[in-house]
């Protein structure tokens, strides 16, 4: 059963950095785009980008380039979004999600969620 | 970046009651539209792909419809566990754009 788990809650600091992890089982990590989501408190969902498990660059929405980097690693099937220069409009909860398949591209399946907050 | 313009905001509706969420988007997408459901302290549950194709364990009283630019998500016979924002996002392009959200409660 493909699933996919994300590391534990973080508090940082104006700022700081923060990385957080997304790990695939149940199924061939190479066969699907990953993507991470965040919402905001009282917001809506935002797409931030996406990691190709394969290779190639990430893709980035604009609002966030430069500031985030999206990694993956191939061994550990386990893809990583690090935020830097932290601000209080940062704190959300981060989502990653897999697409359904190389014909749709849903988001099928979707962590848990990783809740960020960013307070001094 | 193809816009998506939901509506309503927010609605409240009754136990049994058949309700219409809509998307709108700034151009022709095709069929490239999910529809989402997420609830407070869940992960977002994807019900509808490609406009219309249900997934699987999806309740049947949730339907989608449209092409192009207009497409509706409807919920007949809504339910208590129903509750909750409801989201389209379009996955035509580069960057993926959803949806304002849809709140959902039950009168």
């Known amino acids: 059963q493909a699933r996919l788990v994300q590391s534990g809650a973080e508090v940082k600091k104006p700022g700081a950095s923060v990385t957080i992890s997304c790990q695939a089982s149940?199924?061939?990590?190479?066969?699907?785009?990953l993507h991470w989501v965040r919402q905001a408190p009282g917001q809506g969902l935002e797409w931030m980008g996406l990691?190709?498990?394969?290779?190639?660059?990430?893709i980035y929405a604009q609002k966030f380039q430069g500031r985030v980097t999206m990694t993956r690693n191939t061994s550990a099937t386990t893809i990583s979004l690090e935020v830097t220069s932290l601000t209080f409009e940062d704190s959300a909860i981060y989502y990653c999600?897999?697409?359904?398949?190389?014909?749709?591209?849903?988001?099928?399946?979707w962590g848990q969620g990783t809740k960020v907050t960013v307070s001094a | 970046a193809v816009q998506m313009t939901q509506s309503p905001p927010s609605l409240s509706a009754s136990v049994g009651d058949t309700i219409t969420i809509t998307c709108r988007a700034s151009?022709?997408?095709?069929?490239?539209v999910g529809w989402y459901q997420h609830q407070p302290g869940r992960a977002p549950r994807l019900l509808v792909s490609?406009?219309?194709t249900l997934q699987s364990g999806v309740p049947s009283r949730f339907s989608g419809s449209g092409s192009g630019t207009d497409f509706t998500l409807t919920i007949s016979s809504l339910q208590p566990d129903d509750l909750g924002t409801y989201y389209c996002?379009?996955?035509?392009?580069?960057?993926?754009?959803f949806g304002q959200g849809t709140r959902v409660d039950i009168k």
């Open positions: 490609a406009a219309s």
């Open positions: 999600a897999r697409e359904k398949s190389n014909a749709d591209d849903a988001f099928e399946i």
């Open positions: 151009q022709g997408i095709g069929s490239e």
């Open positions: 996002l379009q996955d035509y392009n580069y960057p993926r754009t």
């Open positions: 990691v190709n498990p394969i290779g190639g660059s990430p």
């Open positions: 149940g199924y061939r990590f190479n066969g699907y785009y």
